[in-house]
Structures are given as C-alpha cells and as structure tokens.
C-alpha cells in the first residue's frame, strides 16, 4: 500500500507555477479536495530526506545524490552549478528559479565557462543538461544551499558562508557578466532571456540511510540517484503493482514532476476505497504543501469540500508575510 507520495522539484521548475500543480493534482484525483491541505516549512526534497535518514538534512543532500550516478568522476566535486534567474530590485535580489537551456546553449556554456574559469575549477557536464559539476583545483571551505531552499528570499539570506565564501561570490559575479556578455551574442539562437546568473551549490557526502520503509519505488533523477546511493528498500516498480501487492504494508514513492505519477491509477484507488490513508508532498514556492486523505473522510459528509479557489487562497495566506489585496 502506498502511504506517502514525494515530488521533490529539485530543480524547482514546478516551485514557480504551484497553482497549476494543485489544479492538476485536483482534476485527476477530485476527492483529494476533501483531504487536509497545510503549507510545511520544509521543502518537499527536505522532508523526504527527513524520512529517509537520521540526523540534520536538508534540501542540499540532493547534490549528493545527484553526485552519486556520476561513476566517471573520480574525484568528490565540491559544488553543482546551476543556471538561475535573479529577481533584480533596487536594493537587493532574490532568487526565482532554475533556467533550461537548449542542448546549443548548454555546449555553448559549458565550453566558454571552462575556458573562463580554467585557472579556478574544472567543468564537468552532465546528461540531463540542467547543471555542471565543478571541480576547484584548489581547497574550497564554503558552504552554498541548493536553490529549492532559497527560492523568493531576499538575497542576504543565502549567501555562501565559509573561509572561501568570497571565491564563491566572485565566481558568481564573474558569471553575471559573462552571461550578460553572451546574452547579447546574435550568433548563438535560442538564449533564455531569464537566464542572467549561475548559482553554486555546496556538495555534501552522502547522508547515512536509515528508514522503516518496505519499498520506495518512483521515477526520475532523483529516484535513479537514490539507486545509484544504494538506498535500502529501493524497487522499480510501477504504481498500480504496489497498490495492489497485499504484501507491501508501507511503501513511499518519489518522483521529480507531478506527471511522473500515474494519477488515474492513484485516483482509481481513492474512489473504491483501496487506500486507508495517503499523504502527498507538493511543491509551494519554497516550501511545500502536505495533502493529508483518509479513506473516513469519504463518509464524513459534514466535512467541507475545497473549491480550487479558496483552497489557493487558503494556502496562499498561510505564507509568511501574506498581506491581502487592498480592498
């Protein structure tokens, strides 16, 4: 039985648009609008890491994980490089999001990095095209987050902190330029105009596996990382296999994006009454939404069905630092 469903965004693609994830979510699953709705203050990837091991976590683990499928670096890379949109302000910024590229840009940007920066670090692609490793070629002490913690902060929040902090920024203001530079290039089609910034995240080691789970099973980066990090109780195994394997009594799933989980089978088991209780980690700016269902409240018919728009303006306003539209 599947008990708790995880979509981590750990590229925070979804993180910029949650109200059409919960639209989405709504639509193929309508008893869900029945369920307890309640905005968390971790990330969706910092609660499944919670879940799978002990001791502190956070949403930086995921460049770990990512780390571990990548068998032909020999060596630990100290840092993810991402491509990002800043929010520019008269004072200050904040971060929106990750950008994709085209395959073009990417190659584009991964050889004129390196050739910049040949004196600080080596580049390393990867198969997705979404990120760089990066190796420095000397020592780094410095810590930088994973952008799904920092997204929409004011920029003061997230700095890099450490003894090298400030190679890290200076790296990062180098960057800007660079980008800025290339924006302009009318040789090179397809640039994302939110691209304007690359964002350094630190790399931890691979946190200590200690769960209670039968099975994980799921599909995407993260799941295939977490294989590739030999996490316990892993199974590649379809939805609608475990939902209806009598045997399996605990079960957690994790994809990255709402589309990786078969819905119209989830949304089959709901309605004949097949799950007892299911929770459903979704991206919300950056934080997350816990869906909390049980298979009572079918029956409770006092108990107040959501409409999709005052559910989003519930969540809305349970935010940090929500002020309501002036009347």
Not at 111 to 125: G, I, M, S, Y
Not at 175 to 201: E, T, V, Y
Not at 253 to 277: C, I
Request: aromatic fraction near 10%; hydrophobic fraction near 45%; include cysteine.
């Amino acid at each position: 039985m599947i008990q708790q469903i995880y979509i981590t965004d750990f590229l925070s693609d979804a993180a910029a648009d949650p109200a059409a994830v919960i639209q989405g979510l709504t639509e193929h699953s309508p008893l869900l609008l029945k369920a307890d709705w309640q905005v968390m203050p971790e990330t969706p990837l910092s609660a499944l890491f919670s879940t799978l091991h002990a001791g502190p976590h956070s949403a930086s683990d995921v460049a770990a994980v990512l780390r571990a499928q990548q068998a032909t670096l020999t060596d630990l890379p100290a840092l993810c490089l991402l491509p990002v949109h800043l929010g520019l302000q008269r004072d200050t910024f904040s971060l929106q999001g990750t950008v994709q590229m085209s395959p073009a840009v990417y190659a584009y940007l991964t050889e004129a990095l390196q050739r910049h920066f040949v004196q600080d670090f080596k580049l390393h692609a990867t198969a997705g095209q979404r990120y760089w490793w990066v190796q420095p070629l000397q020592a780094l002490e410095a810590h930088s987050p994973w952008p799904q913690d920092c997204l929409y902060q004011q920029a003061f929040q997230w700095q890099p902190q450490g003894t090298d902090a400030t190679r890290i920024r200076q790296w990062t203001n180098e960057s800007q330029m660079l980008l800025h530079q290339f924006s302009q290039d009318q040789d090179l089609p397809g640039w994302p105009a939110r691209l304007n910034s690359l964002w350094f995240a630190s790399v931890p080691q691979l946190p200590v596996w200690r769960h209670q789970w039968q099975t994980v099973l799921g599909a995407g980066a993260v799941f295939d990382s977490l294989r590739a990090a030999q996490l316990p109780a892993l199974q590649q195994w379809a939805l609608a296999e475990v939902l209806h394997d009598k045997t399996i009594t605990r079960a957690l799933m994790v994809v990255d994006q709402p589309e990786q989980v078969d819905w119209q089978v989830l949304a089959a088991a709901l309605h004949k009454g097949e799950l007892s209780a299911l929770e459903i980690s979704l991206p919300f700016a950056e934080r997350s939404v816990r869906v909390t269902y049980k298979k009572a409240y079918r029956w409770q018919f006092w108990r107040k069905t959501h409409s999709l728009a005052g559910l989003l303006d519930t969540l809305e306003a349970s935010l940090p630092g929500f002020r309501p539209a002036p009347v």
